[in-house]
């Protein structure tokens, strides 16, 4: 059956597009555990070459999984998005050994602009809220009248 992509469908082929050159999120051992319009959940285990000083997660591989996760939520809609600014805020410290998960949800999407939400956990514990404005570049990561593989 041929047609255009259903919305999960086309996040999903938009995802696996960005993934195949993504050797940032891949080489930081990051995968991507759920996808769907506007939302995405990565996830990344802290490796002893992310730990700090003080024996803690560095907040800088906490941000790039939260970003991570915001790309491929603004990525979701076909239209290639990149960062225009992202700020965060940590809460709790991470630990060697901790599986970080984070959950990019889509706030507001309009015209060539967007704002996402990123929750940075480890189990129940939030570790970091992070907050991205997206801008549209133009262009599109995969054909949108690919045929519908559901």
């Known amino acids: 059956m041929s047609g255009a992509l259903s919305p999960d469908a086309l996040a999903r082929a938009c995802a696996d597009a960005m993934w195949q050159d993504d050797r940032a999120s891949q080489g930081l051992g990051m995968r991507i555990t759920e996808i769907g319009p506007g939302r995405a959940t990565l996830q990344m285990t802290i490796q002893p070459h992310m730990v700090n000083g003080h024996g ?9 999984l939260a970003d991570s996760a915001f790309a491929f939520a603004c990525n979701s809609h ?9 700020s965060i805020s940590f809460i709790r410290s991470g630990k060697l050994g901790d599986i970080m998960t984070a959950r990019a949800v889509e706030v507001s999407r309009s015209g060539r602009s967007g704002i996402y939400d990123v929750r940075v956990t480890s189990g129940d514990t939030v570790i970091a809220e992070f907050r991205g404005h997206s801008r ?15």
Not at 56 to 64: D, E, N, P, S, V
Not at 78 to 86: K, L
Not at 136 to 150: E, F, K, M, N, R
């Open 136 to 150: 549209s570049i133009g262009g599109t990561l995969v054909s949108a009248d690919a045929p519908d593989a559901i």
């Open 78 to 86: 076909n239209d290639r998005t990149v960062a225009a600014q992202g």
């Open 56 to 64: 803690i997660a560095h907040g800088g591989f906490i941000f790039t």
